[in-house]
């Protein structure tokens, strides 16, 4: 008898919870999840301007204007890594031990330097890490994969293999430090069947698009460039002329990976189970070097000027040009002599077919194009357009299921009917509805395969909606559907939270 529950409840728990969702990384990787069709639950906090569903409908609906079609929606959970059990409402977190049987951990924060350990990149990189493997444990999850950096190696120059961690190695900054420390609470967790470490490169932004929601690393120097080259002055050649001395060979490898190719490999290897239990090294098959980008914006600019000085040379500004660069990116300085060379033999053998491409002139291009029209990250984020949030007409959805229910009674009774709702686009979401006798339980997440599930577009749900108004319009008095329905996941708290949808 155990053993039947125990396999019933193990059946109906296979929903994957990503943290980090909004980031860089987060926002490729709930896309790539959705379209593969992944049952996705995400942990995401809200903003002073946003709350969550908002949030995640703003970053959907951008996908869906690039791909030209709608998306399903994951189970939002509204919570904060940082707190202990994610801060999440007794229903989030009932709903999470039901339901969730993998956790793809990637919430981070990249500030390199700390005041304390009490205080960021500590609290969510260090800390949050830990309240997630805590969590897990609770959730019974069995498979774990965490999002980690290949800078876990710290100041090395050999080759770093995958399969190494902790090698007596020194740390340029915090960042290194609380996601080293972070890789190895994780390792030492006991509790899963399967742990899968990524360690990215620097990563870039999207090599097909440019686009990018933050500016670290090579996008930094980009930044900077397209801001400062054209106040400089121009030659009788009419060339932007960029008089900087760089304390740097200038051929140094640098280990720069596109977003799209480093979520597309996660996703790959998330839904590949033979390829668990291993370390990647998310890095470049071809490293790009402080040489080539420069003489790629001198292209994009129409500049020239810039001096290497060997690794040797003092990192002093030799102008006021070469003063405000240094100035913006010393937290980076310890960075751009020497990188290592990462082995990535793991990655080659279960992901070798998903080409890393290159930073190129054109992808450089593309990236500074994205930049200015981004305005470097200044431009808003569009607000979502939504017309109806499905998730606050779930009564009249049961009610006119039960209407229709009302057809299908066997034998004088009532039949105990399940079904799911999996409605894509704006507004739209996951849900199960348990009709019984009368009344219907509203659960966030898709019923396991053996439920009949109805997948509708918004537009379809909306005319649906709109038909059931006028109908009702006139004998369908608030107080007969108030007992309907009886919530039982953890949307709850975001319908009651969230401000009335916008038009
Ligand atoms: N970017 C790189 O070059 C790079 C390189 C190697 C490895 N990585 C790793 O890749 C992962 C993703 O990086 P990214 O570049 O995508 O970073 P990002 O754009 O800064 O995104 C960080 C994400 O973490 C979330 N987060 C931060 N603190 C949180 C908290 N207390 N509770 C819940 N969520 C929280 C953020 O949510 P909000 O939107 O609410 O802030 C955001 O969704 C990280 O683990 C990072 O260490 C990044």
Known sequence: MNSQVDSRHRSSKRYTLLTGATGLVGRYLMRDLLL????????????????????????????????????????????DVTQANLGLSPKQLSWSEKFLDQIIHGAAVLKFQSASRELEPWKTNLGGTQHVLDFSKRCNIRDFHYISTAYVCGEREATVYENELAVNQTFRNDYEVSKFEAEQLVRD????????????????????????????????????????????????DGVIETPISLPIEGDEPRNVVPV??????????????????????????RCTSAREVIEYCYKYFHSDGVKFCGADAERTADSELAEKLFENTSIYASYETSDPHFD????????????CPSIDEEMIFKLIDFGKQNRWGKEKEAAPKVVRWIESHLTEIALAAQKMMGALRINGTDRIFKFGLDIHGPGGG???????????????????DSSPVLKLNDIQIN?????????????????????????????????????????
């Open 36 to 79: 593969k069709g992944h049952k996705l639950a995400v942990l995401v906090r809200p903003t002073k301007q946003q709350m969550v569903r908002e949030r995640i409908e703003g970053i959907l609906q951008m996908w869906e204007g690039n791909l030209g079609h709608r998306l399903p929606r994951p189970v939002l959970l509204s919570g």
């Open 189 to 236: 967790f006991d509790c899963f069947e399967s742990k899968t470490i990524y360690r990215p490169a620097v990563i870039s932004g999207d090599s097909q698009t440019g686009y990018t929601s933050t500016y670290h690393g090579l996008l930094l120097y980009l930044r900077l460039m397209a801001m400062l080259v054209p106040e400089q002055t121009k030659n009788a």
């Open 260 to 285: 799209d190719w480093v979520a597309k490999t996660i996703c790959h290897l998330v839904r590949t189970p033979e390829a668990h239990g291993r370390t990647y090294h998310l890095v470049p098959d």
């Open 344 to 355: 990535k033999r793991n990655v080659s053998r279960f992901a070798g077919h998903l080409d």
């Open 430 to 448: 996951q849900w199960q509805l348990l009709a019984n006798e009368g009344r219907f339980d509203v659960t966030p997440g898709l019923p396991d």
């Open 463 to 503: 005319d649906l909606l709109m038909r059931h108004d006028s109908e009702e319009m006139d004998r369908s008095p608030a107080e007969d559907t108030k007992d309907a329905i009886n919530w039982t996941g953890p949307l709850e708290t975001v319908i009651t939270e969230n401000p009335q949808p916008n038009q």
